[in-house]
């Protein structure tokens, strides 16, 4: 499913009206009658038959008008507050306006909270929604006073059932979601695509129930590789979970490679090594300190091991592996360093760095350029994607989508940023944008299993299908298993070795995965 940004949509909107000839009018009515039914349908007039509409004096508001008269022409009884001036409107809206006051409705301009307090204390919440068109994707900067601040609080206390056309109002891409006041909605109208505010932290649960509408636009306007942003589903993905052939061996399914653990940290290796096993690798090396091999036999005989206590002695090994991950629990110490160092220069397999590997090379991105034989993938959190950067944590979760395909491409490296909504970038911008996990995730180890799932993917599957596309899958099925191991034991009580044992199943009943955002 399609992600574009604020400035992407307006482009598209344009090439569609000076390149194909439709007329601005026509876009917004299409606009306006996807999301009439759309509402209509979430609020059947047997058991809301009152409608208010906010509308502002954009083009958002020119949507909303155009929507209050088609929902009176469904039998709706349709009131409008109108937030700005009549002369302020646009020619679109104010054609709009006109059209709606022929249709007998004479839209009430609230210039004050006190007429919009008004308005909604004459609202029952049992039979009314509001249909919020005051601002849409416009918005750049957050609402924290003034006429709108108090619109919006007053309408999240007023209990009416919320209908966002495109965007609550007061939700933006360019700012946090809790840095002002935004509009709660029950379910929201995205036009045409998702768009890159519908899924900052905090916000989604905001939109409610997201349904995109085709508006009009004519395919392929938003085909354009700069406007690379998905979000992932099973079907993008559906051939790596293909029926392996009968007559099948492990050696056709990769041997990953995971330098990972410490005497003080036996245990991330093991959960990696393992994990890599569960998404489909052939065969699994763990790579472990002396004293942790009983510890990784004992745990997982399925993983074999290679003690070392110097990074010459993995080097001495690394022919015939399809993949090497480094990092989870290996201590920044360093033997670390030298060992990450070596891997980058002597690794012929694509190299996932995660963890302690990602650490070490806080302040040396010299390190990680010039490796344009094999693919380079990093793993960061925030906290250690702004030490890569030198950025602020602050400033990683404020612009994550900008500073990641920025270091992705200046890099040259895929990078998956993880968090609530977890980036897999590629070194050309491509963005993937994940919609599995919970809060129960956010537990000792899980990071640990998802670098372990990547490499076993890479291992099986690259370079027969494309980097991106499979770790695009990775974070999925990572997530996905969280999702099933969650609803088995709660989110409270999860444990990485719950998203483990639940790998399986991920696979199993990914095609069956319902995604929370409704395609047209």
């Known amino acids: 499913m399609k992600v574009l940004l604020n400035a992407w949509m307006r482009e598209i909107d344009r090439a569609a009206i000076s390149a194909h000839g439709i007329p601005p009018g026509e876009l917004m009515e299409n606009a306006a009658a996807a999301c009439s039914a759309w509402f209509a349908e979430s609020f059947p007039r047997n058991r809301f038959p009152a409608c208010l509409v906010l509308a502002g004096k954009g083009n958002n508001g020119g949507d909303g008008l155009a929507a209050a008269r088609l929902l009176r022409e469904r039998g709706y009884e349709v009131r409008v507050l109108l937030l700005a001036r009549p002369a302020d409107l646009g020619p679109e809206p104010r054609a709009n306006l006109e059209r709606l006051r022929e249709a007998g409705v004479d839209p009430l301009v609230a210039a004050t909270s006190a007429a919009v307090h008004k308005a909604l204390g004459e609202c029952d919440a049992r039979e009314t929604f509001l249909v919020d068109a005051v601002f849409g994707t416009g918005l750049d900067k957050p609402v924290t006073t003034g006429l709108f601040a108090e619109v919006f609080q007053a309408v999240n206390r007023s209990g009416l059932p919320v209908a966002a056309i495109d965007i609550p109002s007061g939700l933006g891409e360019g700012f946090a979601p809790d840095a002002g006041v935004h509009l709660r909605a029950r379910v929201t109208a995205a036009l045409h695509a998702l768009k890159w505010a519908h899924l900052r932290p905090d916000g989604c649960p905001d939109c409610g129930r997201v349904r995109v509408l085709d508006i009009g636009i004519p395919p392929g306007l938003d085909d354009r590789d700069e406007y690379y942003i998905r979000l992932t589903e099973p079907a993008d993905f559906a051939r790596l979970l293909a029926r392996r052939p009968r007559a099948a061996h492990k050696g056709e399914f990769g041997h990953a490679l995971v330098v990972a653990g410490s005497a003080d940290k036996p245990g991330a290796g093991i959960l990696a090594s393992f994990a890599a096993l569960r998404a489909g690798a052939g ?70 760095l995660d963890a302690d590997a990602l650490n070490v090379l806080q302040g040396q991105p010299a390190l990680l350029r010039g490796r344009l034989q094999r693919p380079l993938v990093l793993t960061p959190h925030p906290g250690e994607f ?55 995730m956010a537990t000792a180890g899980s990071g640990d299993v998802l670098a372990g799932m990547i490499a076993g993917l890479v291992a099986q599957h690259y370079p027969r299908h494309t980097m991106d596309v499979i770790l695009a899958a990775a974070v999925f099925l990572h997530g996905f298993a969280g999702d099933l191991a969650a609803r088995d034991v709660g989110e409270t009580a999860l444990t990485a070795g719950d998203i483990t044992r639940f790998i399986p199943k991920a696979f199993l009943k990914a095609h069956g995965f319902h995604s929370p955002f409704l395609a047209p």
């Open 283 to 352: 065969l699994c090396t763990a790579a472990v300190p002396p004293q942790n091999r009983d510890l990784s036999v004992l745990a997982h005989p399925e993983v074999m091991t290679l003690p070392f206590k110097k990074p010459e002695e993995i080097a001495a090994r690394l022919d015939g592996f399809s993949c090497v991950l480094a990092g989870p629990g290996l201590g920044e110490g360093p033997d670390t360093l030298r060992t990450v160092t070596m891997l980058l220069q002597r690794s012929k397999a694509p190299l996932v």
């Open 386 to 440: 702004a030490r890569l950067t030198g950025r602020s944590a602050r400033d990683v979760q404020g612009e994550r989508l900008g500073l990641a395909r920025e270091f992705a491409m200046q890099q040259g490296v895929y990078l998956v940023l993880k968090g609530h909504h977890t980036l897999a970038v590629s070194p050309r911008g491509r963005v993937w944008v994940n919609q599995t996990g919970n809060p129960g």
